[in-house]
């Protein structure tokens, strides 16, 4: 058996995928750009959200570094913050919304004709750019919170100082004032979570912009952490799109806060990205508890937060969430064997997608003729199929042609 240069190679592979997965530097520079613009014109002399100072930033997995390309026509969903100097003693969660919403639409607004739908969303309001950007930006009004409510939680301060209240339409407080529970759904902490996400891969991260500023004859405070990645955020795109295509269109599948929250618990800054993902796989289930009798995942920023909250009343979404980690943990135990890294790509393309992992593979291949000259045996990975009895089996496939290391 040779696992471990199995293992060397099937993580090039999962290395190229990322790549290939990875939304381009230039889509992360537009979708700044058009935040930014948002928060310009939010905060114009002339605009009554002026006296407010609004500010925005990135939430989610842009502001992470762990967004992906998006499978077929979808776009990219970028969420920004738009935090304005109030107190929810000085305005009600309806007010703070209305507001924001009566400057994107104001008649000399370009983009009064861009919201969708124009009434807003339940939490945000929606600017859908033209089809060829494929972007659409959720911009989500907020004020501070009062950290009062998480005395005694453990919570730095500097995590804490981050918390927001955004607005929710479903809340009965809507329309006059904001609920008064530390764990309800206007409550969030998404620039403190980013804090205790780079945290979790600190070593890693200052290894790699180090490096890059190095290639760049740079500054290492020159470079963003958007121009690089470290293990954890591959995994976490190696993931994501795993489910995307597993459990494409079903709305109970494992969802990406809690992929992402599980796998930055679980990593432990390995730099090899096959043992990242491995070790990741198996060790999420040791951050999922069960608290008189409902599974409980914790909000790393917010402790009394349950990521899993709607498990109990919707079962098939732990369901699916376990089988997925038994999947994952299944395929990438066989891979680095001699038996399963004889079968072709066709796993990557029935788990990731045809047109990425025929693009992984196609950087893997000539990275290997570049060192050889020629291609020294074929990218190959397990091909699962379901069984009639809703069991995991294994199909072999075989590369023929070297020059094409995919399975047409």
Known sequence: MNEVRNRQQVSQILHDLAETLDVPPSKYEEAKEHYQAVGNWLGEEDSELALFNPQIYAQGSFALGTAVRPLGEDEY?????????????????????????????????????????AEGGRR?????????????????PCVLDDSRWFV???IPPAILEH?????DQTTPEYATGWPQDA???TRSNPKGYAVWFCDRMKVRLTEAKAALAMEKRASVDE???????????????ILKRHRDVRYNGDDDKPISIIITTLAAHAYNNEADLYEAIANIVSGMR??????????????????????????????????????????????Y?????????EKVGTYLAQSYGQRDAKAALIKYASRQVGQSGTLQGAPVIIVPKKSGSGSTSYTNVKVTQRSKPWSE
Request: negative net charge.
């Open 152 to 154: 005694g939680t453990g």
């Open 124 to 140: 945000c309001w929606t600017i859908q750019y033209a089809d060829e950007s494929q972007f659409h930006l959720d911009v989500l």
């Open 77 to 117: 969903d970028v969420d920004a913050v738009c935090l304005l100097d109030l107190t929810t003693d000085q305005v009600t969660q309806k007010q703070l919304k209305d507001t924001v919403g009566r400057r994107l639409k104001h008649p000399g607004s370009r983009y009064k004709s861009k919201i969708v739908p």
């Open 333 to 341: 135990q066989h891979i680095v064997t001699d038996a399963g890294f």
């Open 286 to 331: 040791t951050y999922i508890e069960p608290r008189n009798g409902v599974w409980w995942i914790a909000n790393p920023v917010n402790p009394l937060e349950n990521f899993a909250d709607k498990w109990e009343a919707h079962p098939r979404k732990a369901e699916l969430f376990f089988e997925w980690l038994d999947a994952l943990e299944a395929e």
């Open 223 to 237: 470079i963003q952490d958007y121009q690089v990645r470290t293990p954890l955020q591959r995994a976490v795109q």
């Open 163 to 167: 918390a927001i209240r955004l607005t």
């Open 183 to 185: 764990n309800d759904p």
